[in-house]
């Protein structure tokens, strides 16, 4: 009779296990399918008690869902057992082909072990294929088809026959725990998707959010600012600006993307630019308005990289400080200038002389090749013995060397006109300023120097340096200059002064007398303006009173 109903059982239970499979397909969460797969076993292959256990990522295994007694749910649902004890369990017992079944015999002990357990008292067996309640059958489940990596374990128990299960019975099981590690597989994957889906949602909103706040920023930005690209043909070239860029260098946004930095900037900037654009950083540098008038900003460069492809573009903030640069340049001024003519005062005038000069004296040349020799070293001598004709070994001398660049000041010879030309520094001492200032005041003394500054300046070449040391004396600078040309400067000067100086609508004359000295190599700056100084006194002196008046 039980021979006769067998394809009977098998077709109902291929019903149940294909609505049971299908079930699991309908399961929209991962907590969903755990819970449809303990389901399935209590509805769809006729056991009363099913438990999934699902390897967590440590390796230990959880109780993820539990089915067909609502008393055992609530007690072991959530517990975990070691992955230890599960592989000494999945070692044990009967092995039905995937399956694993470990009678009542061999599993009692395993009931200290950690893994949670339910079972209820039970008689012994009457016969041998009856279900002890101590029996314990397990279904291992697998990530892939044909692999052993260990997704988790289907444990079944009390099949409602009271038998253990027969051949279609644990082909059933089996087939079902394939199925099921399918749907939880499956499961992830899309729980993960949903994860992923929702985190780049977000990191795209944080993005666009980002972005507009960029966009803001860059926009509303109370100072410049300015894209521009990286790298290729188009390099430097502004690819956006913002609207205070724009007003401040007076073109507007459409006609800036036509320009690059280096369009705008000063000729005698270009160099800082250039630097700062491929390193970054801070630069102080002039660009040019659409009036063509300059004006001083501060770049403050960041490379923004791309992490595929290297840096790509440069975010440049433009900072407007011509008040603060004009406010340098005016205490700089104030600094090397006197307060009254405008004229370099005494520091300057010593630091342009001392610029020109260098401590180690000129040897006169006798021969042409001699006076390579002086200008650039004598490079065969230094090549052969390994030192300077200076004495100082291994290293250029203060002041020179070999390949030395420096061109040495010298002095002509005021009795032999030998084409030589030097730097001329004439020492000028006004002749009669003390009785003007003594007669009609300060104020009309600070105007005769004034007047007599702006004369010596419009006498003198744009590269000659006319300084006022204090007081009523002068000094003129004025290089490439043969012993005559210095004394015929000397005179032009001295007539220039000589003419009535109107004050107040009053007429007042000073004389001047010039000394003339040479600055030298090898000389300090103040035995230059020293020796100017003594030739002026000597000078003075060879003069009558009313003679130096007449000037």
């Known amino acids: 009779m039980e021979a006769e109903s067998e394809p009977y059982v098998r077709l109902a239970t291929m019903r149940q296990l294909h609505q049971a499979v299908a079930d699991l397909n309908t399961a929209r969460s991962l907590a969903d399918t755990l819970q449809t797969v303990a389901d399935g076993i209590v509805a769809g292959l006729g056991y ?33 057992g070691s992955r230890t004890s599960w592989e000494r369990r999945l070692s044990m017992g009967e092995a039905w082909d995937d399956l694993r079944f470990i009678p009542h015999t061999e599993g009692w002990v395993l009931l200290d072990d950690d893994v949670p357990q339910w079972h209820t008292e039970g008689p012994e067996p009457r016969f041998e294929d009856e279900w002890h309640p101590l029996d314990r059958l397990y279904a291992p489940m697998y990530a892939s088809a044909g692999g052993r990596d260990l997704l988790g374990v289907i444990s079944v128990d009390r099949p409602r026959n009271g038998r253990r299960p027969g051949a279609w019975g644990r082909e059933a099981l089996q087939m079902y725990a394939s199925q099921a590690a399918i749907a939880i597989s499956n499961a992830r994957l899309r729980a993960n998707m949903q994860r992923a889906l929702v985190r780049l949602e977000r990191e795209q909103q944080a993005l666009r959010a980002s972005e507009e706040s960029f966009r803001q920023a860059f926009e509303y930005a109370p100072s410049g600012m300015a894209i521009a690209e990286m790298g290729g043909d188009q390099q430097g070239r502004l690819l956006r600006t913002n609207d205070a860029l724009c007003r401040l260098l007076g073109r ?39 009036d063509g008038t300059y004006l ?14 290297g840096p790509r573009f440069l975010l440049t903030h433009v900072e407007d400080i011509e008040e603060r640069k004009r406010h340098e340049l005016n205490l700089a001024h104030r600094a090397s200038h006197d307060a009254l003519t405008g004229l370099p005062n005494s520091a300057e005038l010593k630091s342009r002389l001392s610029a020109r000069i260098c401590e180690r004296p000129h040897s006169p040349a006798t021969t042409a090749i001699e006076a390579l020799d002086a200008a650039y070293g004598d490079v065969e001598s230094s090549l052969t013995h390994g030192y300077q004709a200076d004495g100082y070994e291994g290293e250029a001398a203060p002041g020179g060397g070999p390949f030395d660049h420096h061109v040495h000041a010298v002095a002509p010879d005021p009795g032999h006109d030998d084409g030589t030309k030097g ?12 009785s003007i200032n003594d007669r009609f005041g300060h104020h009309t003394g600070d105007a005769v120097l004034i007047e007599v500054a702006r004369r010596l300046s419009t006498c003198v070449r744009d590269g000659d340096t006319v300084a006022r040391l204090g007081g009523d004396e002068f000094v003129v600078l004025a290089d490439g200059l043969g012993a005559a040309d210095a004394a015929d400067l000397a005179v032009r000067l001295r007539n220039a002064i000589i003419p009535p100086i109107r004050v107040d609508g009053r007429a007042v004359r000073v004389g001047a007398s010039f000394g003339i000295g040479w600055a030298e190599c ?30």
């Open 48 to 80: 009363e008690l099913g438990c999934v256990n699902l390897v967590r990522p440590d390796g230990d295994l959880v109780i993820a869902a539990f089915a067909g007694n609502a008393a055992a749910e609530a007690l072991i649902t959530g517990r975990v």
């Open 252 to 290: 507007p946004a459409s006609v800036m993307r036509r320009y690059s930095f280096a369009d705008l900037v000063h000729p005698a900037d270009i160099g800082t630019l250039l630097r700062t654009s491929a390193e970054g950083g801070r630069a102080e540098l002039r660009l040019s308005r659409r």
């Open 296 to 309: 001083w900003v501060s770049l403050r460069n960041s490379v923004v990289a791309d992490t595929a492809d």
């Open 423 to 434: 730097l001329a520094v004439l020492f000028c001492d006004l002749d009669g300023f003390k």
């Open 522 to 551: 090898g000389m300090t700056v103040e035995e230059v303006l020293r020796s100017a100084d003594q030739r002026m006194y000597v000078e003075k002196r060879s003069r009558s009173k009313v003679h130096r008046r007449a000037g």
